[in-house]
């Protein structure tokens, strides 16, 4: 049995380990709101790139731009995972290997691009995948410059290194309890059907081709930018969740480390005055 100084000082350690876990979480929660309405600014912006590609792509079907084009034949793969920089954030990082792993034995020979130090650093070291650019620390400081430079790299893999597909795989934010892994092409560009019909008929200048073109780097650009809004709502979710569940326990382990200790001290107590009439009894 423990002693008394001996739970006393474990009481004092868990108290200090809640408030830690209960500052993060407060943290995580004013993280997540901001990334939220990241989330809510960037996306007319991204339905209305998306929407015109829809129209264009209608008004020209016979269109041959690469970045529309699907390629029958898909030899050379790369798929650009998200991950966290940092953990204590419940199950976040642990879906996303599990589902790449699952991606890699179908994929054995796909090329990986990191975005987080999580999965760059599990996947360099339990994985023989070949790991072609990694992007860690970009998460603390949400820049536009970042995911516009992931774009570029990754429309020059495409259009200049004869990838035939590249791959996205990242957690999309649904609320602070729930996270959807998602792995979908990036490119070529897939365009959904849309049954909507134009009220305008519009006149690009100065051609339908090279507006394709322009339009299509800057959805990659907002796509690439929405994702990692996604992953950061995503992350901050799962470690305000997680946190708010260590919290809770800290809370139940306090309760039952004071039952204990007061029991303990009770013993003790009955010890001693056991062992004062003892004593009294004794010199009678």
């Known amino acids: 049995m423990q002693s008394i100084r001996d739970i006393k000082t474990r009481i004092e350690s ?13 943290v995580a929660a004013s993280k997540l709101r901001n990334a939220q309405s990241r989330i809510l600014q960037a996306r007319p912006y991204a339905d209305h790139v998306n929407k015109m590609l829809v129209d264009l792509r209608k008004r020209n079907s016979t269109s041959q731009n690469p970045l529309l ?5 898909i030899d050379k793969k790369a798929i650009v995972i998200f991950t966290s920089d940092r953990g204590l954030c419940g199950s976040f990082n642990y879906n996303i290997i599990r589902r790449a792993k699952e991606y890699f034995a179908e994929n054995p020979s796909a090329d990986v691009i990191c ?4 999965g760059y650093d599990y996947f360099r070291k339990h994985t023989s995948q070949n790991i072609i650019k990694q992007y860690l620390g970009i998460f603390n400081e949400m820049n536009f410059n970042v995911s516009r430079e992931i774009a570029n790299y990754l429309l020059n893999l495409f259009l200049v290194e004869n990838y035939d597909t590249v791959e996205v795989l990242y957690n999309e934010f649904k609320s602070a309890i729930q996270q959807n892994i998602v792995i979908k092409p990036l490119l070529p560009i897939i365009i959904e059907n849309s049954e909507e019909e ?7 200048e100065p051609s339908d081709d090279v507006v394709i073109e322009e339009l299509g780097k800057k959805y990659i650009n907002v796509e690439i930018w929405r994702i990692m809004l996604e992953s950061s709502a995503a ?14 326990n800290a809370a139940e382990m306090i309760e039952m480390l004071t039952l204990n ?9 009955t010890k001693e005055i056991i062992e004062i009439a003892s004593g009294a009894e004794a010199l009678k």
């Open 261 to 269: 200790y007061n029991r303990a001290r009770q013993a003790a107590i």
């Open 69 to 73: 084009l699907e390629k029958e034949n």
């Open 198 to 204: 134009r009220s305008l008929d519009f006149i690009y």
């Open 115 to 118: 975005v987080g130090k999580k």
């Open 14 to 26: 868990v108290k200090s380990t809640k408030q830690i876990t209960n500052a993060m979480k407060m």
């Open 235 to 248: 992350e901050q979710g799962a470690r305000m969740t997680a946190m708010d569940s260590a919290t809770e």
